[in-house]
């Protein structure tokens, strides 16, 4: 009798501390993060982040699609039905001013604000804004640089070491009969290289961003974007930026530029870390890693400033989170300068912080983290309007194909396209 009263007090205390034990799990937040496929960087930060809260909150990681346009449209819906599972989102810079304008972002605290931002890059910053406040918190950034084929610009006659122009990488591929790889495609990767483009110039495609749709001014009707149109109008037109150009995204411009025709090349830093794992697997000799350079995105014309395309991702906090404050905390430990260099070393991402750029492990993977770091110094954000959406799908419709572009014609109809479409007289 004894032994099953022992017996059933220790059941009762088992259960109890289980029970004990789901109470205490049940009463740690669970904070959603959503964030864009990489690979699986952002999984293990959130890792980090949950062991190192100490028992506070931890950190679960949901997929948005793959490509931004999809990510936007699927929290924008959801935070206009105030979803309260979108505690933390990992946001393209360009949707930014689109969530924080109805006030889908909570406010960021401005000692979260302090810390986040001390030794971030002020395109970084720039892009995390809106209306003069930051919104968001910069994760990591990212550039384009232009690479080349040393080789070619050598048999060509060109000095990298100085800034050059479109004009001249494009002389300079014609005179060995050689193709330039840029993005010509019907998508996001055209509206970088036209905002690009028209910055360097000393332009803006919205020279009043903060107005309201029917207001909005653009400035592509102007020297400025004429200069944009005639570059891209003269790529498209010669043939020099290959056959594939108006299909041409980040990766096929990549193949074109390690194939026998490149020479010049326009993109973002991944295509170093792709380029080295193709040379390990054997698909590239390494001759071809030998052969590639890297500078300054080219200048519009002579005596032009350099305007680099700038990207990255953010981090946005959910308006109707249940738990802002611990998301906070999160997002502070997930942009540490240590998190981001490990990320930018293992998933090819540039860090926002500059700290980031001194890590070993950064400078390793990535040889021209100097000059990464130095053009997001100079990079430009796309313009930053809650309609961005209408002025990207806009752009795409009228800049395309890159061989239709017209300086005299195409500036005038993507701005009448565009108005109109912010007047609600025309359907994109």
Known sequence: ?????????????????????????????????????????????AKQCTQEAGGKYKIETALLPRDAASQREQLARRLAAKD???????????????????????????????????????????????????????????TQLLWYRKSVAEAAGLDMSKPVTWQQIEDAAKSQDKLLAVQGAKAESLTVWINALVASAGGQIVTNPEAPGTEMQLGLESDAGRKAAQIIGDIGKSGIGGPSLPTADESASLTLFQGDKGSFMVNWPFVWSSTVTGVEQGTFDKALLDDIGWTTYPLTDEGSKPAPPYGGINLGVGAFSKHPDFAYQAVECIVTPEHQATYFATNGNPAANTKAYEDPKVQEAYPMYQEIRDSLQQAVPRPQTPY?????????????????????????????????????????
């Open 1 to 45: 009798m004894r032994r099953r009263r022992l017996v059933g007090a220790g059941l009762a205390l088992a259960v109890a501390a289980g029970i004990a034990a789901c109470s205490a799990e049940a009463s740690t937040p669970t904070l959603t993060w959503y964030i864009n496929p990489d690979n699986g960087g952002q999984a293990e930060i």
């Open 388 to 428: 961005y959406n209408e002025v990207s799908t806009g752009l795409q419709q009228t800049w395309y194909p890159p061989s239709s572009v017209n300086p005299d014609t195409t500036p005038q109809k993507s701005t009448d396209l565009i108005t109109s479409v912010l007047r609600g007289e025309s359907l994109l």
């Open 84 to 142: 309260s599972s979108i505690d933390i989102m990992s946001l393209d810079p360009p949707f930014i001013p689109e969530l924080a304008e109805p006030g889908f972002l909570a406010p960021v605290p401005q000692d979260v604000a302090q810390k986040t931002t001390d030794g971030v890059v002020q395109g970084a910053i720039d892009g995390a804004s809106w209306k003069g406040e930051l919104v968001t918190v910069p994760f990591w950034a990212n």
